[in-house]
């Protein structure tokens, strides 16, 4: 196994490592809506995505938070290497649908301000 930042891969990846926090995770489900959400214990999401071929991602657990120092509002996501275009392609396609919808409900938020 070899692992390191993305940018320094020499080779494609089997799986990429993602820490996240809810609102990211919330994108990666929008644009992957295959996306499996696991609980304990956080390192069988490796498997999955190496494995199955499915993105996952994993509320984590409490050995591998203090061993990694991951606070409390992230969590990790794996995605297949072979998914990772397929991936940025549609937050790329999402990402203004999203900003129109966050515009709007801001706007509309301000009549409760009155």
Known sequence: MTYGPLTA???????VMLRVNGKQLMVI??????LRIEG??????VAIAKEQGLPAASVGCALSR???GMPAAEMTCAIPGTML????ER?????????????????DAQ????
């Open 9 to 15: 891969a020499t080779t494609p990846p089997d799986v």
């Open 29 to 34: 489900s929008d644009a992957l809506p295959e």
């Open 40 to 45: 304990k214990p956080q390192c069988h999401i």
């Open 66 to 68: 203090v061993r990694t």
């Open 85 to 88: 275009a397929t991936l940025v």
């Open 91 to 107: 937050i790329t396609t999402d990402a203004a649908s999203d900003t129109a919808v966050a515009r709007y409900a801001a706007q």
């Open 111 to 114: 009549r409760f301000d009155e």
